[in-house]
């Protein structure tokens, strides 16, 4: 018994039990006086409450204590402990030997006591407990463990209790090496970092900088070269703790106890040792975390003694954003704290730090990196993925490759695997730029270099396709084409959207129709915004968000959204000159940089759309066009003289292209017409019917359908007032019911 201690709690209860027992003059210490004092011990009734009603359980210990009688105050006498209370200790300290706990604690006695046989401590405590007994012993383990109460020697006293209490809300950067990427580069902001340290006042660095650019990964570099001794005399030995805000708050129900934990973990941290560090990720949410109501009194304003102090020194990183946001208000805290800027790497510093790892995701994924898929994949994500940043953004990239690899070959049947007489043999699979290319596309939604050799193919009978479907106007095709095909070449401005066209020309001569084949096509999606919806000033607003204060704020722009969700699509802004003239500035940037910025300043990137705006702006001097000696002038022509009154110089001088659409001729229409009658034919073949038309039937439809000025829209209107009744009549009422043939 003598051997083993007890825990500097469980004295003091054991000390409160004899004092009780001397000052009611009870002639021995027993289990019941134990659980009385039990019963007054917060962490305890921290527990009980859960499982009984204490009051109760209270008022029958202390009926059971006053009947077992006290010692008369005239006679002298000497506390003795029972038999059952030595039974007790017994069984604890047993408890004790068979764990590897190394002193008795207060679980150890309640769990004790609940064996105990003919004690009304274990009777009174049962019957309370009813079948929730084991749950009960499991929770008070649980709690006084939480309560850093749980293995603490007799001599620690409260040191130690506040020892393993601050340890628990900190993380040391210097034992977890081992599960990060090592830090590559960064050498001129580590010896800034180091630098900052070393100062006598103000030794606190602040790291700000993007999400992903390696803010985190920058510390545990400093950590390991403390691990090795590469530091100043004054930083050898130092601990690197990470605070963990989420853990700290945790459970803080009443105003003091978050106080009281940041005083805890920084005592606990300096009194460690002179040299330590405390990390705070994120120290942006010191500021108003833990104040109540309208109390100046957050985190950050408790911290800033410890600041000033020089003793204990402090690393924060946050965003420029957040910086922004909430840090910079607090003016006291910026004033201690350096300020060190991590900027994103270069494309090859990025490349560089992809090399290095390349080792720890090859033994990971079991696969080879090639040099060419990881300088791709740090060149494809950078012009691909915007909203994020170097190197985060091409790690990710490789990470995902290598995991489709492995997926990939998971499914393979095991045989192709097997060697005759060693059994499974692990096969080396090799990540390729095509890889990347292809887990890219699906990632990012966009479709990165065109790898395969189908997508050239695609796009070398890209032309003929177009052409047998929009007839007459090939220049305007030959144009769009060309722009996209450039663009696959890698040709154009990276900086430029693929194409921004201008489509001008009469009604009715298939300028959207144009841009709703090529999507199809080009197996991409097609945005349509129709302008006349745009003609206020307020409402060209909504495309980038309406301003902070007006209503419609939270739900960002129409236009920025939607290129954010589809970035690889055929923009179509069908008639253009119906808008405010608002909306011919916002395009400028589009046109130029291929960026536009939302109400909320995020950015949407333009760079893999074919932007194609409509007009047919000076329609009504397209009439005009043949008048007088000069009468070979065509419309299409004679619009785009007005279009360079319309429009601004500058609007006009960003375009890649501005395309003229020729008017209706005798031909055209013709095809056109072939072209409408196939697509009615394919809406009957559906019914079972079959039309024949005689020719001096498409005759008198061509002539009704071809007029110059309102194109092939006319031509649909004679199909739906001439053709489409009768038939309609046939097969609803007529000899069509079941099918059939028709002549008109």
């Known amino acids: ?88 200790l017994g069984k604890a300290s047993l408890q004790v030997i068979s764990s590897s706990a190394e002193a008795i604690d207060i679980p150890h006695v309640v769990a004790a006591m609940l064996e105990l046989e003919n004690s009304w401590a274990t009777y009174l405590l049962k019957k309370h407990l009813g079948d929730d007994e084991s749950e009960f012993i499991s929770d008070i383990i649980s709690t006084y463990e939480e309560a850093g109460q749980i293995d603490q020697e007799e001599e620690g006293g409260e040191h130690s209790e506040e020892a393993s209490g601050w340890r628990r809300l900190v993380t040391c950067m210097n034992d977890m090496l081992d599960q990060k990427n090592p830090l590559i580069g960064r050498e001129a902001e580590l010896e800034r970092t180091i630098q900052v340290l070393c100062r006598r006042d103000k030794n606190n660095p602040l790291h700000v900088g993007e999400p992903g650019v390696g803010k985190t990964a920058l510390i545990y570099g400093l950590a390991a070269r403390i691990n090795s001794g590469d530091v100043p005399e004054r930083l050898k030995g130092s601990k690197i703790y990470m605070l963990d805000l989420g853990t700290m708050l945790a459970g ?145 990239l490789i990470d995902e490759a290598g995991a489709a690899l492995e997926v990939n070959q998971g499914d393979r049947s095991p045989d192709s695997q097997q060697s005759q007489n060693h059994g499974p043999v692990p096969m080396i699979h090799v990540v390729t730029k095509a890889l990347i290319a292809e887990v890219l596309a699906k990632t990012c939604k966009v479709e990165a270099m065109a790898t395969k050799e189908d997508d050239n193919e695609k796009l070398a009978t890209l032309n003929e396709h177009l052409l047998t479907q929009i007839y ?32 001008v020309g009469p009604t009715g001569v298939g300028k959207t129709e144009v841009a709703r084949v090529l999507a199809k096509e080009l197996g991409i999606e097609l945005l349509r915004f129709d302008m006349s919806e745009y003609t206020e000033k307020h409402t060209v607003a909504k495309l980038i968000g309406s301003p902070a204060g007006y209503v419609g704020y939270e739900d960002g722009g129409l236009l920025t959204d939607a290129i954010r969700k589809t970035p690889h699509c055929v923009l179509l802004l069908d008639e253009i000159e119906k808008a405010h003239q608002d909306i011919y500035n916002i395009l400028l940037q589009v046109m130029d940089y291929a960026k536009l910025t939302d109400n909320k300043g995020r950015k949407a990137d333009f760079r893999n759309v074919v932007l194609i705006m409509t007009s047919n702006a000076g329609a009504q001097f397209a009439g005009q066009a043949n008048i007088g000696f000069t009468g070979n002038v065509s419309r299409g022509e004679a619009m785009l003289k007005q279009v360079k009154k319309t429009f601004k110089p500058e609007f ?80 609803l009422f007529g000899s069509l019911k079941n099918g059939g043939e028709i002549t008109l």
């Open 1 to 88: 018994m003598a051997e083993i201690k007890l825990t500097e709690r469980l004295n003091e209860l054991l000390q409160d039990s004899i004092e009780l027992c001397k000052e009611r003059r009870y002639e021995f210490i027993t289990p019941e006086v134990v659980l009385y004092e039990l019963l007054s011990e917060d962490v305890f009734v921290s527990v009980i409450d859960y499982y009984c009603d204490i009051t109760a359980l209270m008022e029958e210990v202390e009926n059971r204590l006053v009947e077992t009688g006290f010692v008369p105050y005239n006679l002298e006498y000497q506390l003795m402990p029972s038999e059952q209370y030595t039974q007790m």
């Open 652 to 731: 006009i001088n960003r375009l890649s292209g501005t395309v003229v659409f020729n008017d209706m001729d005798h031909h055209m229409a013709e095809l056109i017409l072939k072209k409408k009658l196939r697509e009615l034919q394919e809406k009957l073949t559906a019914k079972k019917v079959t039309l024949n038309l005689k020719d001096e039937t498409f005759a008198a439809l061509l002539k009704e359908g071809f007029t110059r000025d309102y194109g092939a829209r006319e031509m649909d209107r004679v199909i739906n007032q001439r053709l489409k009744p009768q038939l309609m009549r046939e097969i």
């Open 252 to 396: 803080t129900q009443y105003r003091g106890d978050f106080e009281k934990r940041i005083k805890q973990v920084m005592d606990g941290v300096s009194g460690e040792s002179k040299n330590n560090i405390i990390y705070i990720d994120e120290i942006h949410n010191m500021v108003g975390a833990g104040a109540v109501g309208e109390s100046s009194m957050d985190a950050s304003n408790m911290l800033k003694p410890y600041l000033e102090r020089g003793d204990l020194r402090f690393i924060g990183s946050t965003t420029y954003e957040e910086y922004n946001k909430h840090f910079s208000r607090s003016k006291g805290l910026v004033r201690r704290f350096q300020q060190i800027d991590i900027l994103e790497p270069s494309i090859d510093e990025t490349v560089n730090i992809l090399m290095q790892l390349r080792p720890r995701y090859e033994e990971f994924h079991q696969v080879v990196y090639e040099d060419e898929a990881l300088r791709y994949a740090v060149e494809a994500s950078a012009k691909f993925i915007n909203d994020r940043f170097l190197p985060d953004k091409a790690i990710d």
């Open 472 to 503: 007459g106007q090939d220049e305007a095709i030959r144009q769009v084409v060309e722009a996209v095909q450039m663009s696959k070449a890698g040709l154009l401005d990276d900086n430029k959207p693929t194409a921004s066209l201008l489509f």
